[in-house]
């Protein structure tokens, strides 16, 4: 299996921009989980999905902020308008389910966003 | 969640073993002990978890103590690649929060 795939791998925009990341997890993975990296604040997790459906989008940071999950395969996360703070790597996790041992989740390589 | 406390930084000569702490004074009965470690620019990855049993894989061994107030991962033969962040996160199966720490940074120096 290839992982968990996200793109773009970095994303640089202006202040103001609509941003969109995008992530496929991994096949027959029933979580997936978006978080975000800052020297500030850490590893946090924004939004989880289970079998396509949000269950907890309490890491949300604000309204501009929302996340889709269409499908088994693919998830967006969008950022609208996207400020200079929103600047941090964010990434994608998914799971097989929430039981001991599947629930380990897998993480993929981030996208490193930059908003000047 | 129970809370964990680990030494912000580390060090470890290439080939040693290279242990590494975590209180978790405050953990559950039914809280699994998990360790993820993040190499520079790279996603987490998982290492180990345990509940209250020693246990060992390919990459490590984790060593809970009886009172499962603390815990060590051990890295047999530390590598050069070996350098990163290593969290230790408690939480209970079915809740899929990972909440992380700030972790400790490990180096191995040759």
């Known amino acids: 299996d290839a992982g968990v795939i996200q793109s773009p791998r970095h994303e640089v925009t202006e202040m103001g921009q609509e941003v969109t990341l995008r992530c496929k997890p991994i096949?027959?993975?029933?979580?997936l989980f978006w978080y975000r990296q800052t020297m500030m604040r850490g590893l946090e997790l924004l939004i989880y999905f289970n079998n396509n459906v949000p269950i907890d989008d309490s890491g949300m940071p604000e309204d501009r902020f929302s996340a889709k999950m269409p499908n088994a395969s693919f998830s967006t996360l969008k950022i609208q308008p996207s400020e200079p703070r929103d600047s941090a790597v964010y990434f994608c996790?998914?799971?097989?389910?929430?039981?001991?041992?599947?629930?380990?989740?897998?993480f993929g390589p981030g996208t490193r966003l930059l908003v000047l | 969640d129970a809370k964990t406390t680990q030494p912000p930084s580390m060090d470890c000569a290439e080939g040693r073993a290279a242990n590494l702490p975590c209180n978790h004074s405050t953990i559950s009965g039914n809280e699994y002990v998990y360790w993820y470690r993040q190499i520079h620019s790279q996603g987490p990855q998982y290492i180990i978890h345990g509940l209250k049993n020693n246990e060992t894989n390919e990459m490590a061994s984790l060593i809970i103590t009886e009172d499962r107030k603390s815990s060590t991962l051990i890295l047999p033969h530390a590598t050069l690649r070996d350098t990163a962040v290593y969290y230790c996160?408690?939480?209970?199966?079915?809740?899929?929060?990972?909440?992380f720490g700030q972790g400790t940074r490990l180096t191995i120096n040759p």
């Open positions: 096949s027959g993975h029933d979580y």
């Open positions: 996160i408690v939480r209970v199966q079915g809740a899929q929060k990972l909440v």
């Open positions: 996790a998914s799971s097989l389910s929430d039981r001991v041992p599947q629930e380990t989740q897998y």
